[in-house]
């Protein structure tokens, strides 16, 4: 008996050590940003409008002896740094090839309803950047996603988030995306986000349509948040339209609406946004801005106004 356990650990070992990397690729990448930002929505605090971003993306991968593939990546960046957390977005992905893609993001990761919360084209922000954002689902450290592509034209996306200080309970969320048409995309996710608390659960639903036709991409989205809370519930609703005038200039124009339930003037007024996007790319560097003019932000009827952002960026 001791015999046969020693032969099938023994096959079980050789089985292992032939799933063997055959070559690892390593790259570093990086970037810096320096930004001027002017936000009057009457909802934002004064101080310095200037900002700088930099971040070095480190990038390691290999395939294995069974076809499959194993990259990590991390990235270091200066304000992350600064806060005393100096990488960011470190994941590990294993593509399985038919089996679809599983990834583990140990920081930085994004459920599959936070990834299609505003799916609007644009040229750079999206509209409500300066105020309140749509529901962004279950998210926290050390999470997974797994996406599987294998039907032409569907994607098949699910995330799992496990309970945490900021998530009371689990939380599993589906999604699906369809591009069987040329220029159509079409995308829907659902999920439920607890939270930090059993009688605060959030039920997310998302839905949105893109479709490209020359040099023109016209987006409509709608998502709804059903909350345990009373009068809490969320509905948001936004189109969008971009125009990519060659292949290093783009503009956009969108509007959006963030509609809470309830009656308070601070807290449940209708947020209204629209806003103008224009992109450029000289090869290394890229120049970007936004202004934006936003009623209600964050549903305080009191807070309305205009911003902009205005963002330079080189890559190397």
């Known amino acids: 008996m001791n015999n046969l356990k020693k032969i099938g650990l023994t096959a079980l070992a050789a089985s292992l050590v032939s799933v063997s990397a055959h070559a690892v690729d390593v790259s570093v990448t990086g970037g810096a940003s320096m930004s001027f930002t002017n936000n009057g929505t009457g909802d934002a605090t004064s101080g310095n409008e200037w900002s700088m971003n930099d971040t070095v993306n480190f990038a390691m991968g290999g395939e294995l002896d069974n076809g499959w593939t194993v990259n ?3 990235g270091l960046d200066g304000s992350a740094t600064a806060a005393g957390a ?8 294993i593509g399985m090839g038919t089996l679809g893609t599983l990834a583990f993001n140990a920081q930085d990761g994004s459920s599959v309803v936070g990834a299609l919360d505003d799916k609007m084209p644009t040229a750079y922000e999206e509209t409500w950047f300066m105020g309140d954002g749509p529901g962004h689902g279950a998210a926290t450290t050390n999470m997974f996603n797994y996406n599987n592509n294998s039907v032409e034209g569907v994607n098949l996306m699910v995330s799992y988030t496990p309970d945490s200080a900021t998530e009371l309970e689990s939380s599993t969320e589906f999604g699906v995306q369809y591009t069987g048409i040329d220029g159509l995309t079409i995308g829907i996710a659902t999920g439920t986000d607890s939270g930090a608390g059993s009688t605060s659960e959030v039920e997310n639903n998302v839905m949105y349509i893109t479709y490209a036709y020359d040099a023109f ?12 809370v009373t009068n809490a519930d969320e509905e948001y609703d936004a189109y969008a339209v971009s125009y990519a005038v060659n292949d290093d200039l783009s503009v956009s124009y969108g509007s959006s609406e963030i509609d809470y339930e309830g009656t308070s003037t601070s807290t449940d007024a ?23 003019d936003i009623d209600n932000d964050s549903g305080n009827s009191a807070h309305d106004g205009d911003g902009y952002e ?4 080189f890559s190397f």
Do not use: H
């Not at 100096?86 to 992905?93: I, K, Q, S, V």
């Open 86 to 93: 100096a990488f960011e977005d470190r994941t590990l992905t």
């Open 310 to 313: 205005i963002n330079l960026v």
């Open 270 to 292: 209708t947020q209204k946004a629209t806003a103008v996007s224009a992109s450029y790319t000289m090869g290394s560097m890229a120049f970007a801005a936004t202004r934006t």
């Open 217 to 228: 991409t016209f987006g409509v989205q709608k998502n709804e948040s059903d909350s345990e």
């Open 72 to 74: 990590v990546g991390m």
